[in-house]
């Protein structure tokens, strides 16, 4: 009967202004994105959340997908 919800460690959610503050952008297009499935992020009623996690994740991919190929 004492078993938990979550598990005992779980990563906070980020709100948009704190996702844009380390993507360096405005919020809106942090939503915006979102909404589009061009960021990952989770929507909860009529507001977005997104975990520090998976924007580094997203950022490396993107970083990864526009690197050159070598020589």
């Known amino acids: 009967m004492d078993k938990l919800i979550f598990p005992t460690l779980w990563e906070p959610l980020l709100i948009p202004e704190e996702a844009a503050a380390n993507l360096r952008i ?3 297009t942090v939503n915006r994105r979102a909404a589009k499935g061009l960021l990952p992020g989770l929507k909860i009623g009529k507001h977005w959340r997104y ?3 998976d924007l580094q994740r ?7 997908s526009n690197r050159q190929p070598d020589e």
């Open 26 to 28: 405005h919020s809106k």
């Open 51 to 53: 975990r520090a996690s």
């Open 58 to 64: 997203y950022i490396d991919d993107e970083i990864e």
